[in-house]
C-alpha cells in the first residue's frame, strides 16, 4: 500500500491550477482531459491530484494496493464501506471512511496498459 494522491476536488480547475502550480510551484505530472490534472508537490512523492469530475466528493488521501478487491475483502476493522469496489479508468476503486470521517479511497492500476 503506497500512498500517491491527495484527491482535491474542485469546481475550478483553472483557478485550482492557478494556485498550486503558478503560486505554489506545483509541477504538472499527468492530465486526464479537461477534467483531472495531478501535480507533484515541491519535497515529496505525493501528487496533489484536483479532480473537476465530482466538485461536492470529499477531500481525502488515495492509497494505491496491488489489488483493491484484495484489499476489501480483508478491509481493515474500522473502516466503513462508502462505495465498493468499481471500475474507473486503468484499474479499480473503492472508497471508506475511517473512525474519525475521514475518506479514504483505494486505488489499483490493474487494467492500465503500461502495468506490467
Known sequence: MKLEF???PTSDLAASLALYRDAFGAEEVWREGDTTVSLGMPGTDVQLM?????????AGPVFVV??????HADAPAGLDVIAEPAEIPGGRLATYRDPNGL?????DQSTDATVG
Open 6 to 8: 491527495l484527491l482535491a
Open 50 to 58: 484536483l479532480d473537476a469530475n465530482d466538485p461536492d466528493a470529499p
Open 103 to 107: 475518506v479514504i479511497y483505494v486505488m
Open 66 to 71: 496491488d489489488s483493491v478487491e484484495r484489499f
